[in-house]
């Protein structure tokens, strides 16, 4: 789960973690109020949705630039009407852009250094990893790329936590000195708090500046969540902002089904994540686009499979479905009976291709094929694969 800029610099703040003072706007109406909140002198309005390059979007009116400085309070009220409620574009949304539904004023700070900060999961070796640089402000794929050697990495013990040469190790890294030594060390043991408590995937600082004045504070903040241990934490899952995500996924998450929509026009329902991505790539495989991600999981019943087919029917871009199924704990006879249910329920009319294996794999079969469905069985995987890229071809 992501959350928006002003919500993790809040977090942020809790937690010890120095940021700009701030404040959020989701109309017009409460521009005044958050900007009187700010001291006096310059301010920056930013966009809030959730993809990064903001500040190189263009809005679909031809409006430029998602982030803007502003000299003046009544210049930053007079930008932030031009960005609520119209649609950004970035290098992140795709052409169709986000809505932007909040505005967030925060006191432009005096820079005198940038560096780029994070603590995410680093699943090689099962620890928590600080990755740090010099090279702050820029796409850290960028610097990984380019100049390798400006990143640090420190893997962080999870049993005994962040220790304090560990902490020495990453601001000697960066060359922090005196005051701005002290100050970064302090910030950077409570941002791994707030990473570790929160049960976060990633905390994520770019850019990580210091001030003349020896400050070091958090410039941008970008924060995700373990949806799996989100049970643990109602208060951060108040924070989801479902105008952000895709609708079909809001509905798959009521039934704890796996969707992520893709772009393609070959929609994939199957059981195990493994066999889902194998699924995706042989359909790329023989010549196909595959429209979605879908793990119905390994013991799922026939009320979310014909959940699952709902969700599929309402991407428009499908135009054909490939039900991918090894039934190791699941029963084929269930998905079977759960895909009969759900074609006659929603009335499907488009190409459906259908491949059983594995547990009571023939009374799933005899149950397809005495339906009296309009569908195709495919003998493998590759066979099934390749009979849905010709019917949607």
């Given at each position: 789960?992501?959350?928006?800029?002003?919500?993790?610099?809040?977090?942020?703040?809790?937690?010890?973690?120095?940021?700009?003072?701030?404040?959020?706007?989701?109309?017009?109406?409460?521009?005044?109020?958050?900007?009187?909140?700010?001291?006096?002198?310059?301010?920056?309005?930013?966009?809030?949705?959730?993809?990064?390059?903001?500040?190189?979007?263009?809005?679909?009116?031809?409006?430029?630039?998602?982030?803007?400085?502003?000299?003046?309070?009544?210049?930053?009220?007079?930008?932030?009407?031009?960005?609520?409620?119209?649609?950004?574009?970035?290098?992140?949304?795709?052409?169709?852009?986000?809505?932007?539904?909040?505005?967030?004023?925060?006191?432009?700070?005096?820079?005198?250094?940038?560096?780029?900060?994070?603590?995410?999961?680093?699943?090689?070796?099962?620890?928590?990893?600080?990755?740090?640089?010099?090279?702050?402000?820029?796409?850290?794929?960028?610097?990984?790329?380019?100049?390798?050697?400006?990143?640090?990495?420190?893997?962080?013990?999870?049993?005994?936590?962040?220790?304090?040469?560990?902490?020495?190790?990453?601001?000697?890294?960066?060359?922090?000195?005196?005051?701005e030594a002290k100050n970064?060390?302090?910030?950077?043991?409570?941002?791994?708090?707030?990473?570790?408590?929160?049960?976060?995937?990633?905390?994520?600082?770019?850019?990580?500046?210091?001030?003349?004045?020896?400050?070091?504070?958090?410039?941008?903040?970008?924060?995700?969540?373990?949806?799996?241990?989100?049970?643990?934490?109602?208060?951060?899952?108040?924070?989801?902002?479902?105008?952000?995500?895709?609708?079909?996924?809001?509905?798959?998450?009521?039934?704890?089904?796996?969707?992520?929509?893709?772009?393609?026009?070959?929609?994939?329902?199957?059981?195990?994540?493994?066999?889902?991505?194998?699924?995706?790539?042989?359909?790329?495989?023989y010549g196909g686009n595959?429209?979605?991600?879908?793990?119905?999981?390994?013991?799922?019943?026939?009320?979310?499979?014909?959940?699952?087919?709902?969700?599929?029917?309402?991407?428009?871009?499908?135009?054909?479905?490939?039900?991918?199924?090894?039934?190791?704990?699941?029963?084929?006879?269930?998905?079977?009976?759960?895909?009969?249910?759900?074609?006659?329920?929603?009335?499907?009319?488009?190409?459906?291709?259908?491949?059983?294996?594995?547990?009571?794999?023939?009374?799933?079969?005899?149950?397809?094929?005495?339906?009296?469905?309009?569908?195709?069985?495919?003998?493998?995987?590759?066979?099934?694969?390749?009979?849905?890229?010709?019917?949607?071809?």
């Open positions: 789960m992501n959350i928006h800029e002003y919500q993790a610099k809040a977090l942020f703040a809790q937690y010890g973690v120095p940021v700009p003072p701030g404040a959020p706007a989701k109309s017009a109406a409460e521009f005044s109020a958050a900007l009187a909140s700010l001291p006096e002198g310059p301010v920056m309005v930013k966009s809030q949705i959730h993809a990064g390059g903001r500040g190189k979007g263009t809005f679909t009116d031809g409006f430029k630039g998602g982030v803007k400085f502003c000299k003046t309070k009544a210049e930053a009220e007079d930008l932030a009407g031009k960005m609520l409620g119209n649609t950004l574009v970035t290098v992140q949304t795709g052409p169709a852009g986000r809505k932007v539904q909040t505005i967030y004023f925060t006191a432009a700070s005096d820079i005198k250094k940038e560096y780029y900060l994070a603590i995410l999961l680093d699943r090689a070796t099962s620890c928590p990893v600080i990755v740090a640089s010099t090279e702050g402000g820029v796409e850290i794929e960028k610097v990984a790329h380019e100049t390798p050697e400006k990143i640090t990495k420190v893997f962080v013990d999870p049993a005994y936590g962040l220790a304090d040469f560990q902490v020495r190790e990453v601001i000697f890294a960066l060359g922090f000195t005196g005051a970064a060390a302090k910030l950077l043991k409570a941002l791994y708090t707030c990473f570790w408590e929160t049960d976060a995937a990633m905390v994520e600082v770019n850019p990580l500046i210091t001030t003349p004045t020896g400050e070091v504070l958090a410039l941008d903040a970008k924060v995700s969540f373990d949806d799996n241990a989100l049970y643990r934490h109602p208060e951060i899952v108040a924070l989801r902002d479902l105008n952000e995500e895709d609708p079909k996924e809001i509905e798959a998450s009521k039934y704890e089904l796996a969707y992520i929509a893709l772009d393609g026009n070959i929609a994939c329902l199957v059981n195990g994540a493994g066999l889902a991505m194998s699924t995706m790539d042989i359909i790329k495989h595959p429209a979605n991600f879908l793990d119905v999981g390994g013991g799922a019943s026939k009320e979310k499979v014909v959940a699952a087919f709902k969700i599929i029917l309402g991407d428009a871009n499908v135009q054909g479905i490939f039900v991918n199924i090894f039934g190791g704990i699941m029963d084929c006879n269930v998905i079977a009976e759960g895909i009969v249910e759900a074609v006659k329920e929603v009335g499907l009319k488009l190409p459906l291709v259908v491949r059983l294996e594995g547990n009571n794999v023939a009374k799933g079969k005899e149950t397809l094929a005495n339906s009296g469905l309009a569908l195709v069985s495919g003998d493998t995987m590759a066979d099934a694969a390749q009979k849905i890229v010709k019917l949607v071809a």
